[in-house]
């Protein structure tokens, strides 16, 4: 199951009820889900597995719980939000 963006335009309530909901649904009928967000909160409710894109590639991927302590400058910004770093607005 693809849920491209579903948080988009939500207040954080309704994003947590939808994390909720989708968590729900996928305990009841399994399978694969992927979530395509931009929210990191929503990432970290939802995810067993994350890929971090950048500029149309795989930055890093891999467990939830390890993207979060990563090394990779990029994947470090990215998830803190930090507006300095090597991310930049090109």
Not at 15 to 44: F, K, P, W
Not at 72 to 81: E, Y
Request: glycine share 8%; with cysteine.
């Amino acid at each position: 199951v693809l849920f491209d963006e579903p948080d988009s335009g939500l207040d954080p309530v309704r994003t947590a009820l939808l994390c909720e909901l989708i968590q729900e649904v996928h305990a009841e009928n399994g399978g694969a889900y992927c979530v395509i967000t931009h929210d990191i909160m929503s990432a970290r409710r939802v995810a067993d597995y994350i890929a971090i894109l950048w500029k149309g590639r795989i930055v890093e991927s891999g467990p939830a719980s390890e993207l979060f302590n990563s090394d990779n400058q990029f994947v470090r910004q990215f998830l803190s939000g930090e507006a300095q770093g090597p991310l930049g607005m090109e």
